[in-house]
């Protein structure tokens, strides 16, 4: 489900997304993407990030990091 949303925000296959992708390898995901995908995150799965954790998460990875340390399996 994580995968289809980020898809779905960066307009690119599910297929491409890994828990390596994220701004320095994918040229859609710029900084306002990176903020209107938080706030779909934030949103879907019913968290809230702090602003230190939104600017600490760079990949795929570490966004399903913060949401485990959330209690969230993404």
Do not use: C
């Not at 390596?20 to 799965?45: C, F, K, M, Q, R």
């Amino acid at each position: 489900m994580l995968a289809e949303l980020l898809a779905d925000h960066l307009d690119v296959p599910a297929t491409d997304i890994t828990d390596d992708t994220g701004p320095d390898n994918l040229a859609s995901w710029t900084s306002l993407a990176h903020i209107e995908l938080i706030t779909a995150v934030e949103s879907v799965y019913g968290v809230r990030f702090t602003s230190y954790e939104i600017q600490s998460i760079a990949t795929v990875g570490s966004l399903r990091g913060a949401l485990r340390d959330k209690g969230v399996t993404a």
